[in-house]
């Protein structure tokens, strides 16, 4: 086992290791979310009633 002499090697890895983090969450924050899937009408309007008007148009009504 070999002893690390280099005293900013703590210093160092601790950047790295912030940068580290940082990147993986700004990439998780980046993707977007899933869309809902609706297999029926119903589900659909059970969850909002104004889904259908953005789902199937402005003439849309429930």
């Known amino acids: 086992m070999s002893v690390n002499t ?3 090697a703590n210093y ?4 790295a290791t912030q940068y580290e983090d ?6 998780k924050a ?3 979310p899933k869309r809902r899937m ?3 009408m119903d589900k ?7 889904l259908g ?3 199937f148009g ?4 429930a």
């Open 38 to 40: 609706y297999r029926s």
């Open 53 to 55: 008007a953005t789902r």
């Open 6 to 8: 280099n005293p900013f």
């Open 12 to 15: 160092t890895l601790s950047i």
């Open 30 to 32: 980046q993707t977007p």
């Open 44 to 50: 659909m309007l059970r969850e909002c009633v104004f």
């Open 22 to 27: 940082t990147k993986a969450a700004i990439q």
């Open 58 to 61: 402005t003439n849309f009504i």
